[in-house]
């Protein structure tokens, strides 16, 4: 029987990880039946070819990848606000650059701010937002007339625009304003198209995400890819492979690029029936391209769209506030139900202790406290076990050869002593999805990047290492020193381990002595934050059993 609760608990371990790994949130939704516009299908337009408006000229074929060519007369127009530093180009209009003054690359203070914009000038445009007519004709952005040189936000001056006006040759003219906040990330945007022309013109308005991804993520947990707001649902659009692309269409309440622990987001004023296609660009760069719906312009017509545009990190208050459930970008797979709620605890004790590391040991009690009675059961029961090895050792010897008749004297004696063999297991189990919620939350929440806790630990995302070595270590990875604080939980692995009654099994214990050593080199890379909770888990579990063993029977 204890080889089958050990078989139980293993098992439903490897379920867990199976499923929290494979069967998550859905990665991406069945199209729904609808009439996909021709610029999309790469079918020519039923009607002749209307004039192109700048910023979304560029048709939906494998050209987009080519870059593009130099654009003449283009002003940049730097936005200041206290929150970040963004340069804006009248070529588009686009943002080539977009640096977050309150995060920075590094846990050194001199080190470059985060710019969301992670490609060159000549790879192409990071957001462009504007309406297009289906025409391929020509490939450069736009050059627009603005108002402003440059933009200062701050308390005094609490919302200021930047307005892009332009006019084509064929009639069309276009009007972009963006309206930026000193207090949030979020950046209001309104375009209006009016047709001066004689003749209708069909098109749609159309956004466009480009993105390189990193080359290593920074969070554990860290999803990097586009992410949407599909009726109502989540959905992570995986594109990997080099020239794949996924279409998915229905009403669609934002798009996002994810990156590590920031995002970009479009959010339309009013979700609509609307078409997202993702793209991996042969190039390595991801392209996400957000439709909605046909519309005509009549002659002297004007039609407009508003967006809410989000540049900043996947910080769920940040996202909270912002509102249209952006907040659902932060996604812990199926553990969601517990890992958002111990994440706003976890905040909670941070914004009266100001340290994250003293918040995770404060979060790790409350934990325990709550499932007190349960574990202080598992470990009675483990003790009446142990009372009863003994006997059931003699009861092994004595039927060795009659299977049927031992398991019937081995429930017998559990039955006289009243004792579950399984009481010990239970328990254990029903904390594990609170386990995996509290591993996703440590392992990919922004909240602990280049989070300090004390002494050498300056960063509870990064793994914890005392001196920086010249040389590699096996099984570590980089930066290369002492994990202190992994040893420190080995080593309290090792004594909880100590103090639990053996198995009768002298091989089963044996392998349960192996598990801290196990463990020790799977944490050896897990985010210091995640080793710091699940040493302060042992210390307290230790103090628990000592009670237990103390306490006369």
């Given at each position: 029987m204890d080889k089958r609760t050990l078989l139980a608990f293993i098992l439903s371990f490897i379920i867990l990880v199976g499923w929290s790994l494979y069967f998550g949130p859905?990665?991406?939704?069945?199209?729904?039946?609808?009439?996909?516009?021709?610029?999309?299908?790469?079918?020519?337009?039923?009607?002749?070819?209307?004039?192109?408006?700048?910023?979304?000229?560029?048709?939906?074929?494998?050209?987009?990848?080519?870059?593009?060519?130099?654009?003449?007369?283009?002003?940049?127009?730097?936005?200041?606000?206290?929150?970040?530093?963004?340069?804006?180009?009248n070529a588009g209009p686009t943002i080539r650059s977009f640096k977050l003054k309150k995060y920075r690359e590094t846990t050194d203070p001199a080190s470059p701010l985060?710019?969301?914009?992670?490609?060159?000038?000549?790879?192409?445009?990071?957001?462009?937002?504007?309406?297009?007519?289906?025409?391929?004709?020509?490939?450069?952005?736009?050059?627009?007339?603005?108002?402003?040189?440059?933009?200062?936000?701050?308390?005094?001056?609490?919302?200021?625009?930047?307005?892009?006006?332009?006019t084509t040759p064929e009639g069309l003219t276009v009007v972009q304003t963006f309206r930026f906040y000193w207090d949030r990330y979020q950046i209001d945007f309104h375009i209006d198209v009016t047709n001066a022309s004689q003749t209708p013109v069909e098109g749609v308005f159309k956004g466009n995400l480009k993105a390189m991804p990193p080359a290593d993520k920074g969070g554990y947990y860290s999803y990097v890819g586009f992410a949407l707001l599909l009726e109502n649902s989540l959905e992570e659009v995986k594109v990997e492979d080099p020239s794949e692309e996924k279409t998915l269409m229905g009403p669609l309440g934002w798009v996002a690029y994810e990156?590590?622990?920031?995002?970009?987001?479009?959010?339309?004023?009013?979700?609509?029936?609307?078409?997202?296609?993702?793209?991996?660009?042969?190039?390595?760069?991801?392209?996400?391209?957000?439709?909605?719906?046909?519309?005509?312009?009549?002659?002297?017509?004007?039609?407009?769209?508003?967006?809410?545009?989000?540049?900043?990190?996947?910080?769920?208050?940040?996202?909270?506030?912002?509102?249209?459930?952006?907040?659902?970008a932060i996604n812990f797979g199926w553990t969601n139900i517990i890992a958002k709620p111990l994440l706003y605890v976890l905040r909670f004790f941070n914004g009266y202790i100001q340290n994250y590391g003293v918040s995770i040991i404060l979060l790790t009690i409350l934990v325990k406290i709550l499932f007190w009675p349960l574990t202080h059961k598992s470990y009675k029961s483990m003790k009446e076990m142990q009372k009863l090895q003994p006997r059931m050792m003699k009861l092994r010897e004595k039927y060795k050869n009659d299977k049927q008749k031992l398991n019937q004297e081995m429930m017998a004696?559990?039955?006289?002593?009243?004792?579950?063999?399984?009481?010990?297991?239970?328990?254990?189990?029903?904390?594990?999805?609170?386990?995996?919620?509290?591993?996703?939350?440590?392992?990919?929440?922004?909240?602990?990047?280049?989070?300090?806790?004390?002494?050498?630990?300056?960063?509870?995302?990064?793994?914890?290492?005392?001196?920086?070595?010249?040389?590699?270590?096996?099984?570590?990875?980089?930066?290369?020193?002492?994990?202190?604080?992994?040893?420190?939980?080995g080593a309290s692995m090792f004594i909880q381990q100590k103090m639990t009654p053996t198995p009768g099994d002298p091989a089963q214990a044996k392998i349960m002595l192996f598990l801290p050593i196990i463990f020790t080199f799977m944490f050896i890379n897990f985010p210091s934050g995640l080793v710091l909770y699940w040493l302060v888990n042992n210390v307290i579990s230790i103090g628990q059993q000592y009670r237990i063993h103390k306490k006369p029977a």
């Open positions: 859905k990665q991406e939704q069945a199209p729904v039946k609808q009439d996909i516009p021709a610029h999309v299908s790469g079918q020519e337009p039923a009607a002749g070819p209307a004039p192109a408006v700048g910023p979304v000229s560029e048709s939906f074929s494998a050209s987009s990848e080519l870059p593009p060519p130099a654009v003449p007369n283009e002003k940049e127009i730097e936005i200041d606000t206290p929150l970040y530093r963004a340069v804006f180009s985060i710019d969301l914009v992670s490609l060159k000038k000549e790879m192409g445009d990071f957001l462009l937002i504007g309406f297009d007519n289906h025409s391929a004709g020509k490939k450069e952005n736009m050059v627009f007339q603005v108002d402003e040189d440059a933009i200062h936000v701050d308390p005094d001056s609490p919302a200021k625009d930047l307005v892009f006006k332009g990156d590590n622990y920031f995002m970009t987001a479009i959010v339309p004023d009013v979700p609509v029936e609307g078409t997202f296609i993702g793209r991996h660009l042969a190039s390595g760069i991801l392209e996400g391209i957000y439709l909605q719906p046909t519309v005509s312009i009549s002659p002297s017509g004007t039609i407009s769209s508003g967006y809410e545009l989000y540049l900043g990190p996947r910080d769920l208050g940040i996202l909270k506030d912002f509102g249209k459930d952006l907040d659902r004696l559990y039955k006289t002593y009243k004792v579950n063999p399984m009481g010990g297991c239970l328990p254990m189990i029903v904390q594990i999805p609170v386990f995996f919620a509290l591993f996703r939350v440590l392992g990919g929440c922004i909240e602990l990047r280049h989070a300090p806790f004390a002494l050498w630990i300056n960063d509870l995302s990064a793994p914890d290492r005392l001196f920086h070595f010249p040389f590699q270590i096996p099984f570590m990875a980089p930066p290369y020193g002492i994990p202190v604080l992994t040893l420190l939980m």
